[in-house]
């Protein structure tokens, strides 16, 4: 399955970092790589996360694939009204898209475009109330490490988008692939 993660400048490392991570180590009982994971980004210049560390993208945005998982991570809460290439691009992939991941303040971007109307959806914990405030027609579940809506998925701030990822990976290839991919990480997961 192809995995492509949107990255800006602001974006959060670990939002995007823990996601992929978790994607491009996941293996099946063969041991063959369950899904192939690129960075995409709005242009082919260095994207900068907020913590100013530079890096580039495999692809941009008229170059990338179709992705089967797409992952939005969060920073730029304003990103989809700030730039309609990008809220565009969101909005095709979404469509066509088996599943969309929000990370933390990611969870913005899709309601921004409409994406999370009528829906349940949690982000970091200290953005729950303002996501409430501006888009009252979602539901906002406050405390919880991720919410599953079907075909989207939204998690609470930075380290839940590994919770989000495993909770994915478990839900597409069973329990015990989730198990093995978060003790190859060494990452403590309550499954």
Known sequence: MKVLILVYDGVYLLDFCGPLEIFHDT???SGQPTFEVSLVAPDKNAIHAHTGMPFHAMYDLETS???DILVIPGGNLKLASQDPRIAQWILNQAQDAQIVLSVCTGA???AEIGLLDGLKATTWFGATRGLQEKYPSIQ???GE???DNGKIITTAG???G????LYLVERLCGKAV???TAQFIEYDWKA
């Open 27 to 29: 293996v099946n009982e």
């Open 65 to 67: 694939t179709q992705a």
């Open 108 to 110: 913005f971007i899709l």
């Open 140 to 142: 906002v579940l406050a």
């Open 145 to 147: 490490r991720f919410v």
């Open 158 to 160: 930075v380290s839940a």
């Open 162 to 165: 590994i919770d989000g990822a």
């Open 178 to 180: 989730a198990q093995r």
